[in-house]
T-cell receptor, first 111, second 112 residues
């Protein structure tokens, strides 16, 4: 069974731009969670989607948003990028919310 | 509360030794715990999980111990190998909450 895939793997943007990251979960998994990983803050929860509905949201500003499609694929969007948004963005999928399997991440650099 | 990543604790062991990685979790209401391994340039990889109604669970070369009294979780790796070198994270979850809260992580280095 294929694992979680994320695209793109690397991205360079400038301040003020917006970015969309994509995640394809493991087949049969309906829950997709997004995390931000930085050296200073570690792994922090952004939001979780299940059957196209956001069930939980972390403490991030409204510039961070996401959505999930009927095939469980998910996207997250960051608008008005700031230097501090530079991070590894990880997507994880699970059948429900428990055991989450992570993708390789998208490394975003904001200049 | 939320765990905040600061400096990364490190553990250095010799190949073949047993490793013990510790984690203090924050929420006494948490009832599900997971250990993840993250190698450089990769996403976290599931290792083993344990529910709060257990105090020990064994996998292949790994054992997780849970002490709810002091909110402590540990991961034991038997006969540590160079391929075990990575950052190890514990994560906790409370029933009814759809998010994992991750610990700071511990960097394990295995010396040949």
């Amino acid at each position: 069974k294929a694992g979680v895939t994320q695209t793109p793997r690397y991205l360079i943007k400038t301040r003020g731009q917006q970015v969309t990251l994509s995640c394809s979960p493991i087949s049969g998994h309906r829950s997709v969670s997004w995390y931000q990983q930085t050296p200073g803050q570690g792994l922090q929860f952004l939001f979780e989607y299940f059957s196209e509905t956001q069930r939980n949201k972390g403490n991030f500003p409204g510039r961070f948003s996401g959505r999930q499609f009927s095939n469980s694929r998910s996207e997250m969007n960051v608008s008005t990028l700031e230097l501090g948004d530079s991070a590894l963005y990880l997507c994880a999928s699970s059948r429900d919310w428990e055991t989450q399997y992570f993708g390789p991440g998208t490394r975003l650099l904001v200049l | 509360g939320e765990s905040v990543g600061l400096h990364l604790p490190t553990l250095s062991v010799q190949e073949g030794d047993n490793s013990i990685i510790n984690c203090a979790y924050s929420n006494s209401a948490s009832d599900y715990f997971i250990w993840y391994k993250q190698e450089s340039g990769k996403g976290p990889q599931f290792i083993i999980d344990i529910r709060s109604n257990m105090d020990k669970r064994q996998g292949q070369r790994v054992t997780v111990l849970l002490n709810k009294t002091v909110k402590h979780l540990s991961l034991q790796i038997a006969a540590t190998q160079p391929g075990d070198s990575a950052v190890y994270f514990c994560a906790e979850n409370k029933a009814g909450s759809e998010k994992l809260v991750f610990g700071k992580g511990t960097k394990l280095t295995v010396n040949p």
